[in-house]
């Protein structure tokens, strides 16, 4: 059966290498491509990164910090899914995630990414 999910937390989190690089695997072992990044700044630049090591490797100066990173996963994963990951001290979630595919992959993935 098909099944959408939206979840969204009002959390204080941390980032980091190791919590990122959790991310991006579970994200990849869903996906025949790689998920992709978008990554927003304090000087509201958009950017597209190439790959998970750009964004572990992009300086996050005060003057250009990231506020906002979102993983997806191609349309084609089962399931498909979105993570959003909000620094920018806006009153709205600071994480947001986002499942479509069938019920039984939604419940585990969802399941995965709350550990």
């Known amino acids: 059966m098909k099944a959408r999910k939206d979840t969204s937390y009002r959390i204080a989190f941390v980032v980091d290498e190791a919590r990122l690089r959790d991310l991006w ?3 990849q072992d869903v996906s025949v491509k790689p998920p992709s990044i ?3 700044c304090s000087d509201e630049m958009r950017l597209s990164p190439s790959s998970l090591t750009d964004v572990l490797e992009f300086p996050n100066t005060p003057g250009r ?3 906002r990173l979102t993983f997806e996963t191609d349309y084609s994963a089962k399931p498909h899914v979105e993570v959003t990951l909000r620094g920018d001290q806006d009153p709205l979630d600071s994480v ?3 499942f479509n595919g069938e019920d039984k992959d939604v419940l585990f993935l969802e399941n ?3 550990n």
Do not use: C, G, H, V
């Open 96 to 98: 947001r995630i986002s």
């Open 25 to 27: 695997k579970l994200l």
């Open 112 to 114: 995965q990414l709350e």
């Open 38 to 40: 978008q990554m927003t």
């Open 65 to 67: 910090a990231i506020t």
